[in-house]
Structures are given as structure tokens and as C-alpha cells.
């Protein structure tokens, strides 16, 4: 399988999200579309581009903000799913 190839965020000038467990670099903090969602375990964010990341199969799920269409995502350093992405059109 090999080691994975990683993108690495690194324009100093702006702040990016990163994994908790495995510090692989997700998103910049100017990609952040809203933060008005809620998932399973807390409080969720929609980004309109992230990197790193394997994304899951998707799937139907009944969010405070209604019923969307999501897939859990984990980083590609991490195993462990590290949270839920929305998934537009299809």
C-alpha cells in the first residue's frame, strides 16, 4: 500500500484545521463555507474545499438543520473517522 502523499498547508498568513490524533493538515480556515451545523458527536463545519482526507460511503442522515446527504471522512494519516462531510448534487 505505501505511504500516502499528504498536502501540506503551508502559507503562514493563514490559520488551517488540522487532525486532532494524527496533525495532517484538512483545510484552510478561509474554506470554511458555515459553521451552522451539528453532527453526532457536536458541533459540525461545511468547507468548501478540504484536503488529506478519505471520504466514506455516503449516506442519509436527519441533522438538526434536516435531512442531508453526508460521508464520513478520516484523515488520510489517521485511521479512526475524524467527523462527517456533506455531499452536493447525486
Given at each position: 500500500?505505501?505511504r500516502?502523499?499528504?498536502?501540506?498547508?503551508?502559507d503562514s498568513?493563514?490559520?488551517?484545521?488540522?487532525?486532532?490524533?494524527c496533525?495532517?493538515?484538512?483545510?484552510?480556515?478561509?474554506?470554511?463555507?458555515?459553521?451552522?451545523?451539528?453532527?453526532?458527536?457536536?458541533?459540525?463545519?461545511?468547507?468548501?474545499?478540504?484536503?488529506?482526507?478519505?471520504?466514506?460511503?455516503?449516506?442519509?442522515?436527519?441533522?438538526?438543520?434536516?435531512?442531508?446527504?453526508?460521508?464520513?471522512?478520516?484523515?488520510?494519516?489517521?485511521?479512526p473517522?475524524?467527523?462527517?462531510?456533506?455531499?452536493?448534487?447525486?
Amino acid at each position: 500500500m505505501g505511504r500516502p502523499f499528504l498536502v501540506f498547508l503551508d502559507d503562514s498568513s493563514t490559520p488551517f484545521y488540522a487532525c486532532r490524533a494524527c496533525h495532517t493538515h484538512l483545510a484552510k480556515s478561509d474554506a470554511v463555507f458555515s459553521k451552522a451545523f451539528q453532527g453526532r458527536l457536536g458541533p459540525a463545519y461545511l468547507f468548501d474545499h478540504v484536503c488529506n482526507v478519505e471520504v466514506g460511503p455516503s449516506e442519509e442522515r436527519d441533522l438538526s438543520t434536516g435531512l442531508h446527504v453526508v460521508a464520513d471522512i478520516s484523515a488520510r494519516g489517521a485511521m479512526p473517522s475524524s467527523g462527517g462531510i456533506r455531499t452536493f448534487g447525486g
